[in-house]
């Protein structure tokens, strides 16, 4: 795949995860009853990119944790069978009663978040689960919206989003990959 367009340098990310964290508290009255579950792997540093927003905007630490999706993907016959090890979820606090904020970086067919909320549901009963993502790009094959967009960025089938983040890729930025000419 080679690169059609950078779509987000990073100060673009940083003012959507901005604009976001403001949507957040304001549809959720504050943060006092807010967690955040990052979907593994890129949602889990947006989840606490977030937090750190609303710890700044409120002075209210927001609890952050990981889940890994894999045990409740609905393709696993398609994908190689040692991927599904042991589970990578991170949750060090109660969900029950809390409004959790499902992050992750891209929004496409909708089956990853399918399975977060599956892998959710496992934790406790939440007064309200919501969505934010970076990019939305569009070809839902599920009734699934994001209650947060950072962008949305119609693409084609063919075409992928490549989020690349600080801490584990060494750059911040949002490309649009497409097939080789």
Known sequence: MKVRANLMSAEEMTRAL???????????QGAENIVMLGIHSR???LAKLL????????????PVGGLDITPYRDDLAQRNPSSCKQSLNDLPFDITGRHVILVDDVLYTGRTVRAALDAT??????A???LAVLID?????????????????????AEQIAVYLEESDGACCVQL????D
Do not use: F, M
């Open 128 to 130: 309200t689960i919501q």
């Open 51 to 62: 937090a750190e927003n609303i710890y700044a905007i409120e002075g209210v630490r927001v």
């Open 137 to 157: 790009r569009g070809h839902r094959e599920l009734p699934i919206r994001a209650d947060y967009v950072g962008k949305n960025v119609p693409t084609s089938k």
């Open 177 to 180: 990959l497409g097939p080789e």
């Open 121 to 126: 549901s496992q934790y406790g009963r939440a």
């Open 18 to 28: 901005k604009r976001i964290s403001h949507q957040i508290l304001e549809r959720n």
């Open 43 to 45: 949602g889990i540093p």
